[in-house]
Nanobody, 114 residues
Framework: QVQLVESGGGLVQPGGSLRLSCVASTSIFSFYAMAWYRQAPGKQRELVSFITPGRNTNYADSVKGRFTISRDNAKNTVYLQMNSLKPEDTAVYYC????????WGQGTQVTVSS
């Protein structure tokens, strides 16, 4: 069973930055399109960004130009660099494949507040 472990969240002021990391316990990590999702209180989980095995990327309109997804296949890790954070970015952030293949991890809380 593949485990996904997210980290890097925290409390940050509006306009600040955070870098999230997600390590996947699979030897075939490089074959998957990996994605970041988020779930705000009272809302459904939404797709934030994904990166293909060929490193093509896609972003939700709400984060385009502020967030950058990347991956390190040697470390089985996907990252999300989040800049110019806004209060509406507050959510629990999760990683998974683009197809939501694996069981969800515990996520990492991001709170943007002054």
């Amino acid at each position: 069973q593949v485990q996904l472990v997210e980290s890097g969240g925290g409390l940050v002021q509006p306009g600040g930055s955070l870098r999230l990391s997600c390590v996947a316990s699979t030897s075939i990590f490089s074959f998957y399109a990996m994605a970041w999702y988020r779930q705000a209180p009272g809302k459904q989980r939404e797709l934030v960004s994904f990166i293909t095995p060929g490193r093509n990327t896609n972003y939700a309109d709400s984060v385009k130009g502020r967030f950058t997804i990347s991956r390190d296949n040697a470390k089985n890790t996907v990252y999300l660099q989040m800049n110019s954070l806004k209060p509406e970015d507050t959510a629990v952030y999760y990683c998974n494949t683009q197809s939501e293949t694996f069981y969800w991890g515990q996520g990492t809380q991001v709170t943007v507040s002054s």
